[in-house]
C-alpha cells in the first residue's frame, strides 16, 4: 500500500507543496484533494449530479457564514488531501520536487533571506473578555520568565555604549551575554515543544475514539512540535545546560504539559490562542536578539558558525552562521503564531485543518498575526484551486 506524505517546501521562494509517493505512483482525483465545496457539514453527503436546489432566502452574512463552513467542514472527503484509493486522471509524481529530498517526514522549513528579513513583531488585538485574559495570563507568563533569566528586555543604544562597556550593561543586567541567552532560549524552547505534542496527541486519540478522520489537524500539530524540539537540539549544540537548568526544564515541563493538557481537553481554541500569544513574545524576544548580535552587543557569536544539525535541518549553505540559525527559528515561531491564531479562529470540531497540505507564504506568516475563519476558507479554496491546476496541466502534459 502506498502512503503519501504532505510536507510544505521551499522551492525558489514561495511556500510550494510537495506530495511523495513512498512506493508506487497513484492517481489523485481532480475533484478529491480538498473538500468538495458540496459537502454536507453533518453528514458528508456530496451531491455530484443532483440539479442545485432553490436556495432560500438569507441575509448576505449568513450565506459567507454558510460558505465558510462548506469550504472548511472536516466532515466532507478528501479534506485530509490525497488518498491512496483516490482514482483519478493525474499523477501525482508531477507535483513532487526531486531536487529537494528531505531526511525529516515533517515539516522540513526551507528561507530564502528575503523569507527571514520579512518577520514582523505584531500582535492580534484582543477582541473579548477571554482574548483579554490570555494576554494577561501570557504576560504574567512572560514576567515570571523574564525574572527567572534576568532579562530587562533593555534595547542598547549607542548612547548607552558612550558611558558604560559590553561588559558593565552585562553587569547591570541590561545586556544578556551568550551564556544568559542560551539559558533563556533552551528553557523558552524546552516548553515550545509541548503544545503541539499534547494538542496533537489529543486530536489523535479524539479521532481513534470517534472513529474518523481528524480533518488534518493532527499532522500540523506534531509539525510544530517537532519543529520546536529541533530548535532545542540545535541550541544543545552551542552550550550544554548546567543541571540546575535541566532540574528547572523538568519541573516546568511537567507542570506547564499538565495544565495545558486539561486546557485543551476543556477549550482547544482557548489553548491555541493562548500559544499564539506566546509565539508573539518569542518574536520578540529573537528580534531583540537578533538585534543585539548585528549591533555588535554578542562578540562571542560575530562569526560563529551554524551547527551541522541546523544548517541539515533548515538547508542553509555550508558557510551559514549562528545568526542565520537565530533569524530561521525567529521565522518558524512567526509561522507557529500565524498558524495558531488561524486555527484559534476556526470551530474546533468541524473545520478541517486549511494548512494540511501547505501554508501561506513566508512574508504573510511572518507579517499578520492570523486568518480569520473566512480567509481561513478562501485560503483553503485557492490551495485547492492550484492544486488542480496543476494536476490538470500535468495531465496535459503526460
Same mark, same amino acid.
Given at each position: ?32 484533494? %480538498?473538500?468538495?465545496? +458540496? !459537502? ?22 449568513? !450565506? ?29 509524481? *508531477? ?9 525529516? +517526514? ?9 523569507? $527571514? ?31 527567572? +533569566?534576568? %532579562? ?35 528553557? $523558552? ?29 493532527? #499532522?500540523?500539530?506534531?509539525?510544530? *512540535? ?30 506547564? %504539559? ?27 524576544? %529573537?528580534? #531583540?536578539?537578533?538585534? =543585539? ?25 555550508? =558557510? ?15 509561522? #507557529? ?62
Amino acid at each position: 500500500m502506498s502512503s503519501l506524505i504532505a510536507m510544505p517546501l521551499r522551492a525558489g521562494g514561495p511556500s510550494v507543496l510537495r506530495l511523495a509517493a513512498a512506493s508506487t505512483s497513484r492517481r489523485v482525483t481532480a475533484a478529491g484533494l %480538498y473538500p468538495l465545496m +458540496t !459537502a454536507s457539514l453533518h453528514t458528508g453527503a456530496v451531491a455530484r449530479n443532483a440539479p442545485a436546489p432553490t436556495p432560500s432566502p438569507k441575509t448576505a452574512a449568513a !450565506a459567507a457564514a454558510d460558505t465558510t463552513t462548506r469550504a472548511l467542514s472536516q466532515e466532507g472527503p478528501r479534506s485530509e488531501g490525497a488518498h491512496y484509493n483516490d482514482k483519478t486522471e493525474a499523477d501525482i509524481s *508531477a507535483l513532487i520536487d526531486v531536487d529537494k529530498p528531505g531526511g525529516w +517526514t515533517l515539516m522540513n522549513p526551507i528561507y530564502t533571506e528575503s523569507d $527571514l528579513d520579512s518577520v514582523k513583531v505584531v500582535y492580534r488585538k484582543p477582541e473579548n473578555i477571554a482574548d483579554r485574559a490570555i494576554r494577561g495570563s501570557v504576560l504574567l507568563t512572560r514576567w515570571a520568565f523574564d525574572k527567572f +533569566t534576568g %532579562y530587562k528586555g533593555t534595547h542598547i543604544t549607542p548612547e548607552h555604549l558612550k558611558t558604560k562597556t559590553i561588559e558593565q550593561l552585562r553587569e547591570t543586567g541590561d545586556l544578556l551575554s551568550d551564556k544568559a541567552w542560551l539559558k533563556r532560549i533552551i528553557f $523558552l524552547e524546552s516548553i515550545a515543544g509541548v503544545p503541539g505534542m499534547v494538542g496533537g496527541t489529543l486530536r489523535h486519540l479524539r479521532s481513534l475514539r470517534l472513529l474518523r478522520r481528524d480533518g488534518g489537524w493532527i #499532522h500540523t500539530l506534531l509539525e510544530e *512540535a517537532e519543529n520546536e524540539r529541533m530548535h532545542l537540539l540545535t541550541f544543545m549544540t552551542v552550550a550544554r545546560p548546567s543541571w540546575m537548568t535541566r532540574a528547572l526544564v523538568l519541573a516546568g515541563q511537567g507542570v506547564f %504539559y499538565n495544565l495545558f493538557f486539561l486546557t485543551y481537553l476543556i477549550t482547544p481554541k482557548t489553548a491555541h490562542r493562548f500559544v499564539a500569544a506566546l509565539e508573539e513574545e518569542a518574536v520578540r524576544t %529573537y528580534t #531583540h536578539c537578533i538585534e =543585539d548580535i548585528e549591533n555588535g552587543l554578542v562578540p562571542e557569536w560575530n562569526d560563529k558558525p551554524a551547527p551541522q544539525i541546523a544548517i541539515d535541518y533548515w538547508r542553509m549553505p555550508e =558557510d551559514a552562521s549562528l545568526l542565520d540559525v537565530i533569524k530561521a527559528v525567529r521565522a518558524d515561531e512567526a509561522t #507557529h503564531r500565524f498558524v495558531n491564531h488561524s486555527l484559534a479562529n476556526l470551530d474546533q470540531k468541524h473545520d478541517f485543518n486549511p494548512f494540511a497540505l501547505g501554508e501561506p507564504a513566508p512574508e504573510i506568516r511572518g507579517s499578520i498575526p492570523g486568518f480569520t475563519r473566512e480567509e481561513s476558507a478562501k485560503y483553503a479554496n485557492e490551495t485547492q484551486q492550484k492544486l488542480l491546476g496543476a494536476a490538470k496541466e500535468q495531465e496535459k502534459q503526460s
